[in-house]
Nanobody
Framework: QVQLVESGGGLVQAGGSLRLSCAAS????????MGWFRQASGKEREFVAA????????RYADSVKGRFTISRDNSKNMLYLQMNSLKPEDTAVYYC??????????????????WGQGTQVTVAS
């Protein structure tokens, strides 16, 4: 079973950038599809981005398309989320997640049985 630990969150001004990292251990990282989700205070968790096992395919929420980039390094068991042009509405706890999907990358939490503890991202206006 894989364990996931996020890092890289913090406070940033609107228009700024952050890079989130997710370190995986205890499993074969390259066998998982990976995703980023976020949950703002008082709101439901939402999909942000996902990437397949070999990085050939990625999917993004419309709200982050063109601003966020998901990537992975299977040799280092790491997942990343580069976030540029941040907006106050990007403020949330960000979670990385691992799943077993074999065809379409899942964009709901149901597709990911393994989750990290989350890292807070706060974007000040």
């Amino acid at each position: 079973q894989v364990q996931l630990v996020e890092s890289g969150g913090g406070l940033v001004q609107a228009g700024g950038s952050l890079r989130l990292s997710c370190a995986a251990s205890g499993g074969t990282f390259g066998s998982y599809v990976m995703g980023w989700f976020r949950q703002a205070s008082g709101k439901e968790r939402e999909f942000v981005a996902a990437i397949n096992r070999n990085s050939f395919i990625s999917r993004y929420a419309d709200s982050v398309k063109g601003r966020f980039t998901i990537s992975r390094d299977n040799s280092k068991n790491m997942l990343y989320l580069q976030m540029n042009s941040l907006k106050p509405e990007d403020t949330a706890v960000y979670y990385c997640a691992a799943g077993w999907a074999t065809t379409i990358l899942p964009i709901t939490g149901h597709g990911y049985p393994y989750w990290g503890q989350g890292t807070q991202v706060t974007v000040a206006s």
